[in-house]
């Protein structure tokens, strides 16, 4: 079974610092990645993702992922963090499930989660 | 292009009613896919659709099902409401299972 351990819970940076979330995910076979983001009160909006290739990917906002097969990571980072990055960030792994039947789909699993909070 | 539309944003039930939420998937989506977020529990996947049929079903009892229409749009039902069914629920669609999901805003279920 397709899993994701995002490690940390909550985080606090100052505005201008640079950010490391960490996520970390369980999977048979190479995964699709992706981070989303969500802001209180709507839904997740897609960050970036990673699906073959090379293996530093860039998102939106300025944020890019970088996917080490040897430590099954994927962890986001940004340069230089500005005050509307404060949200919530969710990092998912996209796996095949066949399901009895022999038909397969893939389904998303999400982390936990981890909160960023900026000081201005 | 209009993203992923859910209504209602927000609902209020009681135990032992039943809900329909409705989706309406990006033009040209195909996929939907439905989660249950809480803070509890995270997200967690409820069930998948595509060309109107289920193609992938989460951990989730019978009380909560879905549909999707041919024209893409999709409703979520549950049934007999549980205190435990408050979450906000969230569709998602993308051209095909395995692309890249677009979320809409959700629906934010409260059962007193």
């Known amino acids: 079974a397709q899993s994701v351990t995002q490690p940390d819970i909550h985080i606090t940076v100052s505005e201008g610092a640079s950010l490391e979330l960490r996520c970390n995910y369980s999977?048979?076979?190479?995964?699709?990645l992706f981070w989303y983001v969500q802001s209180p009160g709507q839904g997740l909006q897609l960050l970036l993702k990673?699906?073959?290739?090379?293996?530093l990917v860039q998102g939106i906002k300025g944020f890019e992922a970088e996917f080490k097969r040897s430590q099954s990571s994927f962890n986001l980072r940004k340069p230089s963090v500005h005050w509307s990055d404060a949200a919530e960030y969710f990092c998912?792994?996209?796996?095949?499930?066949?399901?009895?039947?022999?038909?397969?789909?893939?389904?998303?699993?999400f982390g936990k989660g981890t909160k960023l909070s900026v000081i201005p | 292009k209009a993203g992923v539309t859910q209504t209602p944003r927000y609902l209020i039930k009681t135990r032992g009613q039943q809900v329909t939420l409705s989706c309406s998937p990006i033009?040209?989506?195909?996929?939907v896919s439905w989660y249950q977020q809480t803070p509890g529990q995270g997200l967690q996947f409820l069930f998948e659709?595509?060309?109107?049929?289920?193609?992938n079903k989460g951990n989730f009892p019978g009380r909560f099902s879905g549909r999707q229409f041919s024209n893409s749009r999709s409703e979520m039902n549950v049934s007999t409401l549980e205190l435990g069914d408050s979450a906000l629920y969230l569709c998602?669609?993308?051209?095909?299972?395995?692309?890249?999901?677009?979320f809409g805003d959700g629906t934010r279920l409260s059962i007193l």
């Open positions: 998602a669609s993308s051209l095909a299972s395995g692309q890249p999901q677009h």
């Open positions: 999977y048979g076979a190479t995964p699709y």
């Open positions: 033009s040209g989506h195909r996929s």
């Open positions: 659709y595509f060309s109107e049929t289920q193609r």
């Open positions: 998912a792994v996209g796996g095949l499930i066949v399901r009895n039947s022999g038909a397969g789909s893939y389904q998303l699993t």
């Open positions: 990673y699906f073959s290739g090379d293996t």
